[in-house]
Nanobody
Framework: QVQLVESGGGLVQTGGSLRLVCAVS????????MAWFRQAPGKEREFVAA???????HYTDSVKGRFTISRDNAKKTVFLQMNRLEPEDTAVYYC??????????????????WGQGTQVTVSS
């Protein structure tokens, strides 16, 4: 059974940085695409970034140039480096694992395994 555990969230001021970490157990990590989604209060879960098993990375427009997703297949870990954070980035961030096709990368329905989430709060 695949389990995902996120860490690294917290409170940061506008312009600051955080690094989220997702540790994965079970499954064959290198075969999985990995992604980060976020959900703010009263809003739907939103795609942030993905690292597919093929090696390609994808980002939602609002985080391009500020966030970087990376993975360490040997350690079965995926990271989200978040720089120049803005209050609009405040949300619970979720790690996800799956094998969606390229056109479905940003759709949470196509990701099979989820972590419990970690809170990121950016103060203005």
């Amino acid at each position: 059974q695949v389990q995902l555990v996120e860490s690294g969230g917290g409170l940061v001021q506008t312009g600051g940085s955080l690094r989220l970490v997702c540790a994965v157990s079970g499954g064959t990590f290198r075969n999985y695409g990995m992604a980060w989604f976020r959900q703010a209060p009263g809003k739907e879960r939103e795609f942030v970034a993905a690292s597919r098993a093929t090696g390609t990375t994808h980002y939602t427009d609002s985080v391009k140039g500020r966030f970087t997703i990376s993975r360490d297949n040997a350690k079965k870990t995926v990271f989200l480096q978040m720089n120049r954070l803005e209050p609009e980035d405040t949300a619970v961030y979720y790690c996800a694992a799956g094998q969606p096709i390229l056109s479905a990368v940003s759709d949470p329905r196509y990701w099979n395994h989820w972590g419990q989430g970690t809170q990121v709060t950016v103060s203005s």
